[in-house]
């Protein structure tokens, strides 16, 4: 599915957001920058937008970009090369529960919007917790269940009627969005996933909520 709508994917992501993703992912990348890394891994890259914003800013991070999906990397690699930053950049072709990098052997884990699309989030950040060196960072930008009961409602038509059609009719992949609305209300809340995140071996867990409350960013420090 990844793969199909690969060519369309950062149009639908600009049209489903309205355009509110790039304010969220410069506020990861804020956070990212913060401790000064000088590898970056962002599991989960799809086509790029983070890593390739992380390998621009300032003097630019050696940025690698894990997916599974081969039609996403593609898209990312022609983006790092016309954007010239693909000397700062290596897109990998991986899974996210085993990332294919050395034990300690990055200072910063970034990912965007991945963690509703995997089986295992303990093993997940197991696996984070494994390539980052002690006192490293990890940053992770997600959709949550809204709290508030009338935006959640607001929230929900939004999701489970206009975002399907949209996405058949930008990517024409009769099913690729129809799991977004399911996925987002069976995710655990901000606050179980922080617990998720603190039993992996993270410590100083942070929860800074946008979007309404529809988005969180989650910071923690590698022990």
């Known amino acids: 599915m990844f793969d199909a709508i690969a060519p369309r994917y950062d149009l639908l992501n600009f049209l489903i957001s309205l355009g ?30 983070l890593a390739l914003a992380l390998a ?3 003097a630019g991070p050696e940025v690698v970009g894990l997916d599974f999906a081969g039609a996403m990397l593609d898209v990312a690699k022609h983006r790092a090369e016309r954007t010239q930053v693909s000397e700062r950049t290596r ?39 494994r390539v980052l060196r002690p006192g490293g960072r990890l940053v992770i930008l997600e ?3 809204m709290r508030h009961p009338l935006l959640r409602q607001v929230f929900r038509l939004y999701f489970n009627r206009w975002v399907p059609l949209m996405g058949r009719l930008v990517s024409r992949h009769a099913s690729a969005y129809s799991w977004l609305p399911q996925s987002v209300d069976e995710f655990l809340s901000a606050e179980e996933l922080a617990a998720v995140i603190a039993a992996a071996g993270f410590a100083d867990v942070r929860v800074r909520r946008l979007g309404l409350g529809s988005v969180a960013i989650h910071t923690a420090t590698r022990v």
């Open 20 to 49: 509110m993703h790039h304010g969220w992912r410069r506020r990861a990348i804020r956070e990212a920058l913060a401790a000064k890394p000088r590898v970056v891994l962002d599991v989960g890259t799809g086509t790029g937008d």
């Open 56 to 58: 621009r800013a300032g």
């Open 91 to 129: 897109f990998v072709m991986g899974d996210a529960l085993r990332p294919p990098l050395a034990d300690r052997s990055v200072d910063v884990v970034v990912s965007g919007f991945l963690l509703r699309n995997v089986d295992g989030l303990p093993e997940v950040f197991s696996a984070m917790a």
């Open 143 to 145: 959709m949550t269940p």
